[in-house]
């Protein structure tokens, strides 16, 4: 069994989804907290695992890896079971591509080092810079909600079972909730994810569960 370490911050919800990932897999890892609030994400000891001075940065066996769903992708690679992605290469193209409005569309332009260039640079307030992010995470939230009506069974966005596409919808729906985003033209999303914020592996990697959580 490989040595991991999973480079993380408790609210990031990029590591959140390699946790959940981990937790499905049944892979034991040690953690590493880089404290936002330190700036730690950008020390020079992380800047030489992740160049982006972004987490999650999984370290396997020395070797570091960066990007949450390349990281997926390896851990569904080394370790097939549970699978993460259907067997059809359809059904992967769609569970990939709704993990993509997600991962791609929506998480980059409502990052932390996105709304700080906001308020710095561009002299924004707060209530700009949640506003933004709440209109970024509709204009996703809503192709994602006619996908997964169409492909999933209002507990997985596709099919029966949990896919790469749920482990970035439940942290992006927490991270929705914390801005205040209005969730309530999305009943599917909702259902899917009252189904899944409850089992073990979404629950119990929750950022609140985590050790650095303060
Ligand atoms: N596309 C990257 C995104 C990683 C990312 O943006 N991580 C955020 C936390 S969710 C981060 O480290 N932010 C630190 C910052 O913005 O300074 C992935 O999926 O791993």
Same mark, same amino acid.
């Given at each position: 069994?490989?040595?991991?370490?999973?480079?993380?911050?408790?609210?990031?919800?990029?590591?959140?989804?390699?946790?959940?990932?981990?937790?499905?897999?049944?892979?034991?890892?040690?953690?590493?907290?880089?404290?936002?609030?330190?700036?730690?994400?950008?020390?020079? $000891?992380?800047?030489? &695992?992740?160049?982006?001075?972004?987490?999650? *940065?999984? #370290?396997?066996?020395? =070797? !570091?890896?960066?990007? +949450?769903?390349?990281?997926?992708?390896?851990?569904?690679?080394?370790?097939? $079971?549970?699978?993460? &992605?259907?067997?059809?290469?359809?059904?992967? *193209?769609? #569970?990939?591509?709704? =993990? !993509?409005?997600?991962? +791609?569309?929506?998480?980059?332009?409502?990052?932390?080092?996105?709304?700080?260039?906001?308020?710095?640079?561009?002299?924004?307030?707060?209530?700009?810079?949640?506003?933004?992010?709440?209109?970024?995470?509709?204009?996703?939230?809503?192709?994602?909600?006619?996908?997964?009506?169409?492909?999933?069974?209002?507990?997985?966005?596709?099919?029966?079972?949990?896919?790469?596409?749920?482990?970035?919808?439940?942290?992006?729906?927490?991270?929705?909730?914390?801005?205040?985003?209005?969730?309530?033209?999305?009943?599917?999303?909702?259902?899917?994810?009252?189904?899944?914020?409850?089992?073990?592996?979404?629950?119990?990697?929750?950022?609140?569960?985590?050790?650095?959580?303060?």
């Amino acid at each position: 069994m490989s040595d991991l370490v999973l480079n993380s911050f408790f609210r990031s919800s990029a590591a959140w989804r390699v946790r959940i990932a981990l937790h499905l897999k049944g892979l034991p890892y040690r953690g590493a907290y880089r404290n936002f609030r330190e700036n730690a994400q950008r020390s020079p $000891d992380y800047l030489a &695992l992740n160049p982006q001075g972004l987490v999650p *940065a999984l #370290v396997v066996d020395g =070797a !570091a890896l960066t990007q +949450s769903l390349a990281i997926i992708e390896y851990l569904d690679e080394v370790q097939a $079971d549970p699978p993460l &992605l259907p067997r059809d290469p359809i059904g992967r *193209a769609q #569970v990939r591509a709704m =993990a !993509a409005i997600v991962a +791609s569309d929506i998480h980059p332009i409502g990052n932390l080092r996105v709304l700080n260039y906001l308020r710095t640079t561009f002299g924004q307030d707060e209530e700009a810079v949640n506003a933004w992010y709440r209109h970024w995470v509709a204009a996703g939230f809503e192709a994602l909600e006619a996908l997964a009506r169409d492909q999933g069974d209002r507990r997985h966005c596709h099919g029966d079972s949990v896919s790469i596409a749920d482990i970035c919808l439940v942290p992006q729906m927490y991270n929705a909730r914390r801005f205040g985003a209005d969730l309530d033209p999305y009943p599917t999303l909702r259902a899917i994810h009252a189904h899944l914020a409850v089992l073990p592996s979404f629950a119990a990697t929750a950022p609140d569960c985590q050790p650095d959580a303060v």
